[in-house]
């Protein structure tokens, strides 16, 4: 079977006029309508729209009008992030046929860069931890990962190229790992959340998905900005992602095989991965046992979470529980248990271990960890063990997952690769050269 065109070639043919966006948008349709009902990845799609905003892309072409960076290219929205266009609901029956009236900031940016909001994708409740419908492509008696699922799910569909998902635990890096795509989490505030579902302004991150590295630098490229309602970001340089990818790196870097506190979490066939991974490598990669202080993050990661969410979800948790999962109610509870002092501790936990992590960057260009456990597991109950993105999401720095393993059920494990704060297009440079790399020598 061929390949799924990438993002890029799409646009090149749409560029060059060899198809129409109608007739990509239409071809994305017929897919879901074919693949909907195995794999339900999509929370609201209206192809009526989507073929209007293609039949209007195709006419500005005709008349030579200007064409953004993602022309014609349709995307997924992950359901917690504003379409003013069509519902956004929160992955909850409280907010059912709720019509923001504006959009998101990025989606926003999405449109005037020209891509088509081919529909909303599916998020687990809250975008936290009680799963929604979505099922693996892969295998669907399996979890598709979340709270991301349905934007990894219809991007390892081939029926959309990009996606657009969220993190605040693990929830773009564990299910672009567990489907099989690429998945990128930038640095924390890199791009502004204004208009999505807020659940932790500390943690949340914006994420996208993609089929191959170069399309996720060219989506996550465009989203990059500043926005003075999103206290997170500031005026700065765009890193140039899509050139990091093209460019690679000039020299061999120097990456870290980090075995850290959670590593007893993963499963034998990601250690024997890993292991090969290390002896390919060679001499580029040595190997880096986190300080032990390091074992407190998920716990510090957890008490500034469930203190956030009580606080952004708690009234409404004491109108409408009746109508909240027992878990999502009971996550609510733990953070309105958290004391003050409790919080505060937290926060400057975290600020120390974003000043050792620095400290260890300065000789190292990037960590190499497991994405998640290892192969999806069986079972839709659960998303899935965050554990081997909870530190990198405490700490804001980039992250990024790569498909380059296969488990023994023969579905796809993620290898994850993280940079320093503010270090994303140097993640990006490091990524591209792995993969020459590794493409040049036997694979794990």
């Not at 017929?30 to 209007?56: K, N, Q, T, V």
Request: glycine share 8%.
């Amino acid at each position: 079977m061929a390949p799924e065109p990438t993002a890029r070639a799409l646009r090149a043919a749409l560029e060059e006029g060899r198809i129409t966006v109608r007739e990509l948008v239409e071809t994305c349709l017929a897919r879901i309508e074919a693949d909907e009902p195995r794999i339900r990845a999509w929370a609201h799609l209206d192809r009526d729209y989507a073929l209007a905003r293609a039949d209007a892309l195709d006419e500005a072409r005709r008349r030579g009008g200007r064409r953004g960076p993602l022309f014609g290219l349709p995307v997924g929205v992950k359901d917690i992030v504003d379409t003013a266009d069509l519902p956004t609901e929160h992955g909850s029956p409280i907010f059912v046929g709720r019509r923001p009236t504006a959009d998101a900031w990025l989606v926003g940016r999405l449109k005037a860069a020209g891509a088509v909001i081919l529909g909303k994708t599916v998020t687990t409740e809250f975008a936290a931890f009680t799963p929604g419908p979505t099922r693996n492509p892969h295998d669907p008696e399996r979890t598709p990962g979340g709270s991301s699922s349905g934007s990894a799910a219809a991007v390892a569909a081939g029926t959309v190229p990009l996606a657009i998902g969220s993190q605040t635990n693990g929830s773009v890096i564990r299910p672009a790992a567990f489907c099989g795509v690429v998945g990128f989490k930038p640095t924390h505030g890199l791009v502004p959340r204004t208009g999505m579902l807020e659940q932790s302004p500390t943690l949340d991150h914006v994420g996208v998905f993609a089929r191959d590295l170069a399309d996720a630098a060219l989506l996550a490229e465009t989203l990059v900005g500043f926005d003075s309602d999103d206290p997170a970001t500031r005026p700065q340089a765009a890193p140039r992602l899509v050139r990091a990818v093209e460019e690679g790196l000039p020299v061999r870097p120097r990456l870290a095989i980090v075995r850290g506190p959670t590593w007893d979490r993963a499963e034998p066939a990601m250690r024997e991965a890993m292991a090969e991974l290390a002896d390919a490598l060679g001499e580029v990669a040595v190997p880096l046992e986190l300080p032990p202080a390091f074992a407190e993050a998920i716990q510090v990661h957890r008490t500034i979470w469930t203190a956030e969410l009580a606080f952004r979800f708690g009234r409404l948790v004491a109108e409408r529980g009746a109508l909240v999962s027992e878990r999502f109610r009971e996550l609510v509870g733990e953070g309105e248990r958290v004391d003050a002092v409790a919080y505060q501790r937290a926060l400057a936990r975290r600020a120390d271990f974003r000043h050792e992590l620095a400290a260890l960057f300065h000789e190292i260009d990037a960590f190499v960890t497991p994405a998640a456990p290892g192969e999806a597991p069986k079972g839709l109950d659960s998303t899935g063990d965050p554990a081997f993105c909870t530190l990198w999401t405490l700490c804001g720095t980039p992250a990024l997952t790569l498909p380059l393993f296969t488990g023994p059920s023969g579905l796809p494990m993620g290898l994850q690769l993280v940079a320093d704060v503010g270090d994303d297009e140097r993640l990006f440079r490091v990524a591209a050269w792995l993969r020459t790399t590794l493409a040049e020598e036997t694979t794990p």
